[in-house]
């Protein structure tokens, strides 16, 4: 009954390596997002879709890609990691772009070797 | 665009006192308020919401926070802490308006360590 769901929950990884992290909600949510949490706890928004559209990038570098597949579906991609990407990845979704709550996912501890 | 002061990065409190986390925000446009906790290891759990209405809001695990306007804050508040009460608590604010679209802008995070 998870409502969003994140694999893989850890995720090690050498630099110069291409990985993607999934993100799925049950919640019948029309707007996902990406979140970083770097290692001194602070959270910034990276991505923001609705109804499989980007709306918000948050000067990300482009070795991110997100990807929706669908509405229920929001995933990142990373090219050619890095030490910096270090950092716990989170998804979240709200009903739409007006809502005001947001749901979060477990989380996504990527540690780049 | 908004931003947010957590002026405590960590809080030690003995259990079963009262502790306070303070917050304040800054924003040229209205916005919604939100305090949310994060146990170790894990992801973000909404403690609570200010949307409208009374200033004070009540959450889960009997914290609370009170909306100031003119200070611009909005501070949480427990009156008798427990050791499950340890965690992450961060302070986020979207804009009022289509704030959906922008996400969350969060604080950096008050760590409260509850001390037997």
């Known amino acids: 009954d998870t409502a969003v769901s994140q694999t893989p929950k850890y995720l090690v990884t050498q630099m110069g390596n291409d990985k993607s992290i999934k993100c799925e909600q049950n919640l019948g949510h029309d707007t996902m997002y990406w979140y970083k949490q770097d290692s001194k706890k602070f959270l910034k928004i990276m991505f923001s879709y609705n109804n499989k559209e980007l709306i918000i990038n948050e000067t990300v570098p482009n070795r991110f890609s997100p990807k929706s597949p669908d509405k229920a579906h929001l995933n990142l991609h990373i090219n050619s990691l890095e030490l910096g990407d270090s950092a716990v990845y989170f998804c979240a979704s709200s009903q739409d772009v007006s809502s005001n709550e947001q749901y979060f996912g477990p989380g996504t501890r990527l540690t780049v070797t | 665009a908004q931003s947010v002061t957590q002026l405590d990065s960590q809080v030690p409190v003995f259990e079963e006192a009262p502790v306070e986390l303070r917050c304040n925000y800054s924003?040229?446009?209205?916005?919604?308020l939100f305090w949310y906790v994060q146990y170790p290891n894990q992801g973000l759990q909404l403690l609570l919401k200010y949307l409208s209405g009374s200033t004070l809001v009540k959450g889960i695990n009997g914290f609370e926070a009170e909306f100031n306007k003119s200070q611009t804050s909005f501070h949480l508040r427990k009156p008798s802490v427990h050791i499950s009460d340890t965690a992450e608590y961060f302070c986020a604010v979207t804009k009022f308006s289509g704030g959906g679209a922008d996400g969350l802008t969060f604080g950096k995070g008050t760590h409260l360590i509850i001390q037997p």
């Open positions: 924003s040229s446009v209205s916005v919604y």
